[in-house]
């Protein structure tokens, strides 16, 4: 069994997008096929495409834009924890989750994982997401990254304030991740935003890597 999982989605044009997002758009300019002497495409996307980080400046007027997020908060120890059967997720589902000592990342995986898994092309608006008291509730705790399986970690047509609590806050947020099939429990995170100067955000690749028995890794 591979040590790896992959959960990140598959960036292409026909995967599901926010609405009036500029979505995705990968097109050939030079094809060998057609005598040129290589293969070579351009890239038009929005930041906020698929699997991909919010930096603070997305919500804050002045916050931190992508290239200076420390890669200490986008790699190591992280916990998943699996939320079945809720539509929302509240400060009082976040506290009986009993989290290990000290967690410091946390990813959601919830309903939402399904839509990936299905290959759901459309935008679902009925997406699980958080509520302002859970973003509290995540602050409060020290948590320094929180991660949702679908594109936002605030409900559709909700007010921004999740998101302003946990980025004003230097939270970092990890969006649209597929988590099927992800057991709860630890992992080591490795997620790599593209390093785009001076963006509110950008797409990432991201993987779980699995914690042998008995290894420890860096700090949580």
């Known amino acids: 069994m591979s040590q790896i999982i992959d959960i990140s989605v598959s960036l292409h044009s026909n995967m ?36 991909h980080i919010d930096a603070p400046r997305h919500f804050i007027k002045d916050g931190t834009s992508i290239e200076h997020i420390s890669l200490d908060t986008l790699i190591g120890q992280v916990f998943v924890a699996y939320i079945p059967g809720v539509n929302i997720i509240t400060a009082e589902i976040l506290s009986d989750l009993s989290l290990p000592l000290g967690t410091k990342r946390l990813l959601l995986r919830t309903s939402n994982s399904v839509l990936w898994e299905k290959e759901i092309t459309n935008f679902s608006s009925e997406y699980v997401a958080l509520t302002n008291d859970a973003a509290k509730w995540i602050v409060e705790h020290g948590i320094r990254l929180i991660g949702i399986d679908y594109l936002s970690i605030q409900c559709y047509n909700d007010n921004p304030e999740t998101h302003k609590i946990l980025l004003g806050a230097g939270v970092i947020i990890l969006e649209g991740l597929n988590l099927a099939n992800v057991a709860s429990g630890e992992y080591e995170l490795i997620c790599l935003p593209l390093k785009l100067v001076g963006s509110d955000g950008a797409p990432a690749r991201a993987v779980l890597r699995r914690i042998p028995e008995g290894e420890l890794i860096y700090e949580k």
């Open 16 to 51: 599901p997008i926010w609405p009036n997002s500029a979505g995705i758009q990968l097109t050939q300019t030079m094809s060998i096929e057609r005598k040129d002497p290589f293969n070579n495409s351009s890239l038009t996307c929005d930041v906020h495409i698929g699997t």
